[in-house]
């Protein structure tokens, strides 16, 4: 999306203390708060969240200390980025509380190791999604017992209820939140590659209790890493909670899954927390993004390149009011905020999707516009009450780039709690049929000896359907769609939401 080009322009631009002239009222309905202030008199959104940050945490509870420890001075954006990191956190500047852990990619480098192709990655990535032997990756193992000490300190650490870190910025970089360094996250998503591929080596040998380990270590760090609020964070760990169900999937599979490893599974996944609300990352971090992003094409409108994307042009222009702009953003903020607060989770959903077609709708009426089709200009007119139509227009414009994905979000956490909700049924399948040799007759044979309760399907309110196929079993919802697909599984898009267990 285009909000994302603004690192470029960042890197580009010179940020002097002489900006364009903005007469931005502050207020709940435009800047939503009204301080601290920058010296340009805008609101310092990164200041406020830093404060909120420090005043809820305590160093020896934070897991953000136990993954900053683990970082290679050279993995952060910047020297001064990681420096004032471990500063905010209490860690020293010198790393000598340090215990690195390094991706496959990065460890093979400081090996000085010949790449031959994308054979590094390549392994790395087959290693972390079937079982596999030493003989089979020689070299990713050699690497998961290099980074056991690092590991093994995620793995205690992951324990933790807090993950707060702070939004730095680097001493080049303008006070901006889409300028925040996530190298944190990444770091995250690279131990949980290191954690699946050491699950499916020792699944293939046999030690399934550790396996188990790993894959709930896998589940922690992706409920941590939801706990950052902001959607980028809450994406990488939806994400982290899919591999380690995958991995989870081929201990099941197994032939040496005993039943006591299974209903130890079950226990597990019955415990993991429902998933944390996207709505307060949206309502915050991402809200503020859109209002500093705005601000920031508006400030700098005369330095922006030509290249820039049309919808900027319009912003660019000297009568574009930038005040109802806000009221305006923060309209559609509070309505996806109220949508996806919605408990009925069918009600939430047509509330998202009357939002997303809305915005829609305005996306092709301005695109219209732009081909100068007056009755396009006259509908616009009356439905956007605006001081001119580049306001209209710009507006618009931003909107379907910044907002319109936001509503999108609704269906992605119904289908990763749905998609966990299910997992303890599929591990009470595997189990009933290691017990028995087959598979349950039907979902209701699970109770109460492997389970005390059954999943609801939230698109049906009744239980996910279930039969058995060419030797496997598939257990699926209809999915955010909430049409039955016959089992065909959506990913990302509409569709059902599928689980198959294969005990072939």
């Known amino acids: 999306m285009a909000r994302f080009y603004i690192i470029a322009i960042c890197l580009a631009i010179s940020f002097s203390q002489v900006i364009a002239e903005v007469e931005l009222e502050i207020g709940p309905d435009t800047t939503v708060i009204d301080g601290p202030l920058k010296p340009d008199g805008t609101i310092d959104y990164l ?9 809820k945490v305590r160093p020896e509870e934070n897991f953000a200390v136990d993954v900053v420890r683990t970082m290679p001075a050279e993995f952060w954006w910047s020297a001064d ?21 390094r991706s496959f990619t990065d460890y093979m480098a400081k090996l000085g190791e010949k790449r031959e192709g994308s054979k590094w990655s390549d392994d790395e990535i087959a290693a972390s999604e079937n079982p596999w032997a030493e003989s089979e990756y020689p070299q990713v193992k050699r690497w998961l017992d290099e980074q056991a000490a690092a590991m093994d300190l995620i793995a205690e650490a992951s324990g933790k209820q807090q993950y707060v870190m702070p939004l730095i910025v680097g001493d080049e970089q303008q006070a901006f939140l889409l300028l925040v360094s996530k190298r944190h996250v990444a770091q995250i998503a690279f131990l949980t590659r290191a954690f699946a591929a050491r699950a499916e080596l020792k699944i293939n040998n046999g030690d399934l209790t550790g396996a188990t380990s790993d894959i709930m270590v896998m589940h922690r760090l992706a409920n941590l890493t939801l706990q ?4 980028m964070s809450w994406l990488y760990g939806a994400t982290i909670h899919g591999r380690a169900m995958k991995v989870c999937d081929d201990l099941l599979a197994s032939n040496k899954a005993k039943p006591e490893d299974i209903r130890q599974l079950i226990d597990d996944y019955t415990s993991i927390p429902r998933l944390k609300d996207i709505a307060p990352a949206i309502d915050r ?32 222009h000297d009568s574009f009011d930038v005040n109802y702009a806000l009221r305006q953003i923060n309209h559609y903020y509070d309505r996806i905020v109220e949508a996806l607060s919605i408990e009925d989770t069918k009600q939430r959903v047509v509330a998202t999707n009357a939002i997303e077609r809305e915005l829609d709708k305005l996306y092709e009426q301005t695109n219209l516009m732009l081909g100068g089709d007056e009755q396009a200009i006259d509908a616009m007119r009356g439905v956007i009450e605006a001081s001119n139509l580049h306001t209209a227009i710009g507006l618009n414009l931003f909107l379907a780039d910044e907002i319109r994905s936001k509503c999108e979000l609704a269906g992605a956490q119904l289908r990763v709690q749905m998609r966990l909700d299910l997992q303890p049924v599929v591990c009470a399948i595997a189990a009933y049929h290691v017990e028995h040799g087959e598979y349950p007759p039907d979902l209701q044979a699970l109770t109460p000896v492997y389970l005390l309760d059954l999943p609801v399907d939230f698109a049906t309110g009744q239980l996910p359907v279930y039969r058995v196929e060419d030797g496997v079993a598939v257990v699926y919802s209809f999915g955010v769609d909430m049409d039955d697909d016959g089992g065909t599984d959506g990913g990302n898009e509409d569709g059902d939401i599928v689980v198959r267990v294969d005990r072939r």
């Open 47 to 55: 200041a406020y969240l830093n404060q909120k940050l420090v005043a």
């Open 81 to 101: 980025v990681g420096r004032k990191t471990r500063a905010w956190l209490g860690l020293k500047d010198e790393q000598d509380d340090a215990v690195l852990f």
């Open 228 to 231: 950052q609020e902001d959607v």
């Open 285 to 316: 971090y991402e809200r503020f993004g859109a209002i500093e992003y705005l601000l920031f094409l508006h400030e700098h409108k005369e330095e922006l390149p030509e290249i820039w994307e049309k919808n900027h042009v319009y912003i660019k």
